[in-house]
């Protein structure tokens, strides 16, 4: 079947360290994946997604290659500041399965100034 | 302004009574469902519909209802049913087959 694994928070990092959220997956298919992030109280809000091998998504400074030879989906910032401080959420969805999307279950990230 | 709107924000309610969550999109999109998130834990999936007068149960059904008589709508009754239902409630929609899912603010259910 298929799911996400992501790496266990929290995480706590100094402004302009550099970060990396590891996430894997298993899908029967070829999944889009995704990275949420969702600020406290709030929604989720898509950072970025990539839709086929090698594929890379980027926004806001953040970075993520699609690996299917790794079943990877890599979050990476080079320079993290104090307002990225949020949980992240890696996510998966397959046309094969209805376009229904599978969620790892967060990795929380504070940055401290 | 496109987006989705769920009110209200904050709800709370007594045990044993029913309680409804409303969700509205105004990106025409066919499809959308209703999340329950725990603290730190990651979407769980109640309900989707991908379009008007049809939805489906997601994993965690039991104890929730929910009815799709408008593309534009999607509301969520919370029934006394449900054995645990405090938590983080979030809406999301997308295009029909389309592979992106769009998240409302979310609206957190205490029962007291």
């Known amino acids: 079947g298929n799911s996400v694994t992501q790496m266990e928070g929290p995480v706590t990092l100094s402004e302009e360290a550099f970060l990396t959220i590891n996430c894997t997956y298993t899908a029967t298919g070829y999944p889009s994946l995704f990275w949420y992030v969702q600020y406290p109280g709030e929604g989720l809000q898509l950072l970025l997604k990539?839709?086929?091998?090698?594929d890379k998504g980027s926004n806001k400074g953040f970075e993520a290659t699609y690996r299917k030879e790794t079943t990877s989906f890599h979050l990476e910032k080079g320079s993290v500041q104090v307002s990225d401080s949020a949980v992240y959420f890696c996510a998966l969805s397959e046309s094969f399965a209805g376009n229904q999307f599978y969620f790892g279950t967060g990795t929380s990230l504070t940055v401290i100034p | 302004d496109g987006g989705i709107t769920q009110s209200p924000k904050y709800l709370f309610r007594k045990e044993g009574q029913n309680v409804t969550l409303s969700c509205e999109q105004n990106?025409?999109?066919?499809?959308m469902y209703w999340y329950r998130q725990d603290p730190g834990q990651g979407l769980r999936l109640i309900y989707y519909?991908?379009?008007?007068?049809?939805?489906q149960k997601g994993d965690i059904a039991e104890g929730y209802s929910v009815s799709r008589e408008k593309k534009e709508s999607f509301p969520l009754t919370v029934t006394s049913a449900q054995k645990n239902p405090t938590a983080f409630y979030l809406c999301?929609?997308?295009?029909?087959?389309?592979?992106?899912?769009?998240f409302g603010p979310g609206t957190r259910l205490t029962v007291l």
């Open positions: 519909s991908q379009i008007v007068n049809d939805f």
């Open positions: 990539a839709t086929k091998a090698d």
């Open positions: 990106l025409n999109h066919d499809a």
């Open positions: 999301a929609s997308s295009l029909a087959g389309g592979d992106t899912q769009y």
